[in-house]
């Protein structure tokens, strides 16, 4: 028997029916503000990205230096995202924007005075393209949170869609831009359309309503939100699938976008235009499949729309590897473009659904670090591989692990999630205490007693089980169910949260799918054995 449903008794591989169509966020003005913001603070990167590496090659000649820039703007993400999160799901996602999009505007703008006065050197273009980065990093998650946060979670999937359009058109249009700036005017004019954007950004942020969060507990510490995030993806069979397909299918299929330049110059003899035009056949599929995927989501279970675009970006990966004609190459990264949305888009709307409010940026934060993650990792692997067996040799290799990585995934549970299934419950019971317990005060241990007669003992078993993984996810370090061997019919749950300030957030974390699988269990409760609460009593000081 298995217990490793997240919410309910029963799941499987869902087909999404109730996403709505791909034009639907767009009728909310609020969205389509964020998502144009989000736009511009995304090109606003990528511009840096690009602009600060080529301004490195005209301020040192070491490659390790011009390296470094990609370093400096991708290293805060591992350091800060995680952090980022649980800011964000402590604050008002409104004011954290503020901070670190203007943190951004800062950073941009002492670069371009440094760059106009000629004043910049190579270690304070690495120090304030770090300070960026920050800025960004610090605020990923707020942003992907903020965007689907102002719809229903049925038109998340198409949000993510147009999300996946945003992302490509200003992947192509940043750098293009960059560089126009550059050559036709100077260093200096790069951050300052950076500084441009960022305000724009920030001002459309400003005139955004605070989000009023209602009075409650003390919120977590930084440290202990890390935590408390990380075991609520623990202990979420779906979103740990999620980020695990998400982590495999990238670091595999990373070969292509790192090696897709010397596929241009030493496969197909194009020039750096000829880079560009490979760069747009993927980002043309991207938004093509962009378009179409929630449609695709009402025809096709999840796990196969995954195993589609995984099939699509390993025989594109072939055709790179194999093939010198351009049209050929040209046509089957069209299929990679549809089959890395396919995969991506999927998984990221999967993330963002299946999250209780809580935790939802934490949730998002990790997802950006795998993806991430994986990018670089992949990245560096690749590379390195195709220095030692080549270019051809190592994307065949890259081919075969995106097949081999569908069979180490393919077991594990991808779903969407409904509203239902993750808005928080009305917390009604409240526990008695005869003597006031300080928070921070723990260990708890809690003791609660069922009856269960062997017929009912299967249908009985999924629902503990059950509520055993709600109760993990939203805060209890240890869980367990025993089995009286002196009454066969007596059974007993016990769990350990660390303080009595963790077991109220507990408490209050209760969505209504837990809160309905905890109702079901009430049949069972043992009504001569009220549910026991204990707190750890530490010896005498001088005992």
Same mark, same amino acid.
């Given at each position: ?46 511009? !840096? ?15 390790? *230096?011009?390296?470094?820039? @990609? ?10 995202? %995680? ?22 505007? =800062? ?16 270690? +304070? ?16 998650? #707020? &942003? ?67 989000? =009023? ?31 695990? @397909? ?76 194999? /093939? ?15 089959? &890395?949305?396919?995969?991506? #888009? ?5 993330? !963002? ?11 998002? +934060?990790?997802? %950006?670090?795998?993806? *991430? ?8 692997? &690749? ?10 040799? /190592?994307?065949?290799? /890259? ?34 205490? /005869? ?18 007669? +062997?017929? !009912? ?62 109702? !079901? ?15 750890? @009593? ?6």
């Amino acid at each position: 028997m298995s217990h490793d449903t997240d919410h309910a008794p029963a799941t499987g591989n869902a087909v999404a029916t109730d996403s709505a169509p791909f034009w639907a966020p767009l009728r909310h003005k609020v969205f389509v503000g964020l998502w144009l913001a989000c736009a511009a603070a995304n090109m606003a990167i990528w511009m !840096q990205t690009v602009g600060a590496a080529w301004i490195m090659t005209l301020l040192s000649a070491s490659p390790l *230096m011009v390296s470094l820039v @990609q370093t400096a703007i991708t290293l805060p993400v591992f350091l800060f995202g %995680l952090p980022g999160g649980v800011l964000a799901d402590r604050m008002d996602t409104r004011r954290l924007l503020l901070l670190t999009q203007s943190t951004v505007l =800062v950073a941009a703008a002492v670069l371009c005075v440094l760059a106009y006065y000629g004043l910049l050197q190579a270690w +304070s273009l690495l120090l304030f393209t770090f300070v960026l980065g920050t800025g960004s990093a610090l605020g990923m998650s #707020a &942003w992907m949170v903020t965007v689907v946060g102002v719809l229903p979670r049925e038109q998340v999937p198409a949000a993510v869609s147009l999300n996946g359009i945003s992302i490509n058109a200003t992947r192509a249009l940043g750098p293009a831009l960059a560089g126009a700036l550059i050559a036709g005017w100077n260093a200096a004019s790069v951050f300052l359309a950076i500084v441009l954007c960022m305000a724009g950004v920030i001002g459309f942020i400003f005139r955004l309503s605070p989000k =009023v969060r209602p009075e409650g507990l003390p919120p977590e510490t930084l440290a202990g939100g890390m935590r408390s995030g990380l075991r609520y993806i623990r202990h979420s069979a779906v979103l740990f699938s999620a980020l695990k @397909q998400v982590f495999v299918f990238t670091s595999c299929a990373s070969a292509l976008w790192a090696l897709l330049p010397l596929v241009a110059k030493d496969e197909l003899a194009m020039d750096a235009g000829g880079y560009g035009l490979l760069m747009a056949f993927l980002g043309a599929g991207a938004v093509f499949a962009a378009l179409n995927l929630t449609q695709v989501y009402r025809r096709f279970p999840l796990r196969r729309v995954i195993v589609a675009g995984a099939f699509a970006f390993a025989a594109a990966t072939l055709a790179a590897a194999l /093939s010198h004609n351009r049209l050929v190459v040209c046509a089957m990264l069209l299929f990679a473009g549809m089959g &890395w949305m396919a995969v991506n #888009a999927t998984v990221s709307t999967v993330v !963002q659904t299946y999250a209780a409010n809580w935790v939802r940026a934490r949730v998002a +934060s990790v997802y %950006l670090l795998m993806l *991430m993650g994986a990018m670089a990792l992949g990245g560096a692997i &690749w590379g390195a591989l195709a220095q030692y067996l080549g270019l051809q040799y /190592s994307l065949l290799l /890259s081919a075969l692990s995106i097949l081999l990585g569908l069979l180490l995934t393919r077991n594990g549970p991808i779903e969407m999630g409904r509203e239902a299934d993750f808005a928080d419950a009305q917390q009604t019971d409240k526990p008695l205490l /005869s003597v006031p317990v300080a928070h921070e005060e723990g260990p708890v241990s809690v003791e609660i007693s069922y009856e269960v007669k +062997s017929a !009912q003992r299967r249908e009985f078993l999924d629902i503990v089980y059950a509520v055993g993984k709600a109760r993990r996810r939203n805060g209890a370090q240890n869980w367990r169910l025993y089995r009286d061997i002196g009454e066969v019919d007596h059974y007993v749950e016990r769990f350990i949260v660390a303080s009595w300030l963790d077991y109220l957030r507990q408490h209050a974390r209760l969505t209504l799918a837990d809160q309905a699988n905890e109702r !079901q269990l009430l049949r069972y409760r043992c009504e001569a054995r009220a549910p026991r609460r204990y707190l750890y @009593q530490p010896p005498n000081e001088k005992n």
